[in-house]
């Protein structure tokens, strides 16, 4: 038996010459000199240990400065880094804890907030057996109508307010779950880059406001982030082909919730390039699948309604104003937190644009790894998408959110954790501090209306209601009709937009929906609706309907149909 033959195959013991910490490292054949262990051979060679600025190997084999060392320095074992698991439970923690905290604000567990009763209400039509594009107009692939469908089953029993309530109960463990899957991706870089990049997904402030509005933002930012954890291993891509085909399906199912999945998916793509049969392919089986799968039954149901619908582009949605790039930056930037000028967006995003130039540019110089060529590109693309359209919603700036945090993690860990680690984690822990108090401050101010009770006292129960609003009519169960016959609309303003703004189609749509609805509540009166309606259809809803305001709603009641005092009971078949 050669020396050494029976030391543990993870490390070379004090008491057989080495120094603490050193470990043994692999070698694929034996030269003079090795041991042979339980099979395999091992080389005397050992490694010293690793300081933090240490480095690791990229899948190219190159080594990084910055990150933990190498979990196959373990064959077998993983390092524990109990730090780091410390830091994504906190994090997650508390980014359940400020999206919980806002939904205890007045109004926003039950009232009305903009795009997520859209959303469900095409989950509720399709339980009561509707087909999205066949039978109602839907602006969004099916994903999210999918995923919704047992909130929307709940509903039968507990109402459309209450189920819409449980829907959104669920979002802190949405929010918990991206900070999660972001520490899970970067944690190898170091205490700094998980505090900041766990930090951002957590207290990004579209990302807060995503969460409790339109939603769909923060799930195409979780699948994304499910995506990225499957397929990246460390700086690199993994070499396990299922892990591949699986990132590539959890990127499907965020491109079937909304479009702009395709930025990351395409930014992969040119990423995965070098090497087309051992990764590309198998990621792109699973984006196909992904995405195909599910909405291959409701293409081939209703092709071109499908198309028409999926396809509008929002760069064609009539506003009196573009809003202004200025604007944008502050959201997609995150600086809109501590002020609202144009001269703090302006002078944030130039900050933060050199310091991920520095970050990449100040020695020493290196090539950056998949992962952050991964950062860089996702955040430059993703921004770059949202300065087109002219419509633009402060949830929109949510879709940065993953990606900004990647970069600014990885830019902190570049220039200043390799030099100071100690310094790093001050800044990292001081920004993410403040970012988390501006959000604590702002959320007080935050509110929502609840209309159910006026409702309640004009509409009686199982109506067939008409709104330009959807939130109107699911946050007071008046969403659902008991006759049968009535109207489908879900969203409004979308399916004027898929028809066309001011178009035939789309006033032939909205006087086949008018005519199938006995009430329509709205803010607005009906004559400046966004169809907008024709003479002849304003004509017959002077003809057929009456005018009643209450609770600063007005409300169209068809002539005939009782309202008010009246309205105890649901009419019956039309």
């Not at 929010?175 to 991706?185: D, E, H, P, Q, W």
């Not at 002020?339 to 995003?349: E, Y």
């Not at 130039?357 to 770059?384: D, N, Q, V």
């Not at 419509?391 to 030099?419: C, D, K, N």
Request: charge should be positive; charged fraction near 15%; proline fraction near 9%.
């Amino acid at each position: 038996m050669e020396p050494n033959a029976l030391a543990p195959e993870f490390a070379c013991p004090i008491h057989h010459g080495c120094t603490p910490g050193t470990f043994i490292e692999a070698a694929a054949s034996r030269p003079p000199g090795q041991a042979r262990l339980g099979g395999v051979y091992k080389s005397r060679r050992v490694i010293p240990p690793q300081p933090e600025g240490a480095t690791q190997k990229s899948d190219m084999g190159a080594r990084l400065p910055g990150t933990m060392p190498d979990s196959d320095a373990h064959p077998g074992k993983r390092p524990v880094d109990r730090a780091g698991t410390a830091i994504i439970v906190v994090a997650a923690a508390l980014a359940a804890g400020i999206t919980l905290y806002q939904l205890s604000r007045p109004g926003l567990l039950f009232g009305i907030t903009p795009d997520i009763s859209v959303w469900i209400g095409a989950s509720i039509r399709l339980v009561h057996g509707a087909i999205p594009y066949r039978d109602f107009d839907l602006i969004q692939p099916p994903g999210f109508t999918l995923l919704a469908t047992p909130f929307a089953a709940l509903s039968e029993w507990i109402g459309t307010r209450d189920a819409l309530a449980v829907l959104r109960l669920g979002t802190p463990l949405l929010s918990a779950g991206s900070v999660i899957l972001v520490g899970t991706v970067i944690r190898h870089r170091g205490r700094s880059a998980l505090i900041v990049a766990c930090g951002v997904m957590a207290f990004f402030p579209a990302e807060v406001y995503a969460l409790r509005s339109g939603l769909l933002e923060s799930v195409v930012d979780f699948f994304c982030l499910a995506g990225l954890a499957l397929i990246f291993d460390g700086d690199g891509f993994t070499s396990s082909r299922r892990r591949l085909l699986f990132g590539g399906v959890a990127f499907g199912i965020a491109g079937l919730v909304k479009s702009p999945a395709i930025v990351p998916v395409l930014v992969v793509f040119v990423l995965c390039l070098p090497e087309i049969r051992r990764r590309l392919v198998p990621f792109l089986v699973g984006v196909a699948a992904g995405f195909g799968v599910p909405t291959l039954p409701f293409f081939l149901l209703a092709p071109g309604s499908f198309i028409r619908d999926v396809l509008s582009p929002l760069s064609y949605i009539p506003v009196a104003s573009r809003v202004s790039i200025s604007a944008r930056l502050g959201e997609l930037t995150g600086v809109f937190a501590f002020g609202g000028s144009a001269l703090v967006a302006i002078a944030g995003t130039v900050v933060l644009i050199a310091i991920v130039i520095a970050a990449f540019a100040l020695p020493p110089r290196r090539k950056p790894s998949p992962l952050e060529w991964f950062a860089i590109s996702a955040t430059a693309l993703a921004a770059l998408a949202q300065l087109g359209p002219a419509y633009y919603f402060p949830q929109y700036a949510a879709f940065m959110a993953p990606f900004l945090a990647l970069l600014l993690g990885i830019s902190l860990a570049r220039l200043v954790a390799e030099r100071s680690p100690r310094v790093a984690l001050a800044i990292a822990t001081t920004g993410v501090s403040v970012l988390c108090i501006s959000q604590l401050v702002a959320i007080p101010g935050v509110a929502a209306p609840d209309i159910a009770a006026v409702v309640d006292g004009v509409i009686p129960p199982g109506a067939c209601v008409l709104s330009d609003a959807p939130s109107k009519l699911v946050t007071t169960n008046r969403f659902v009709a008991a006759p049968s016959g009535c109207n489908t609309m879900i969203d409004p303003q979308g399916a004027t937009l898929s028809y066309g703004y001011g178009s035939a189609g789309a006033e032939h749509l909205w006087t086949n929906e008018v005519e199938r609805s006995d009430y329509m509540v709205t803010s607005t009166r009906f004559a400046i609706w966004d169809i907008p309606p024709d003479a002849a259809l304003r004509a017959y809803v002077s003809a057929n309907f009456q005018l009643v305001r209450d609770g600063g709603l007005l409300f169209y009641v068809r002539n005939g149909f009782p309202h008010g005092d009246g309205a105890g009971a649901a009419p019956g078949s039309r």
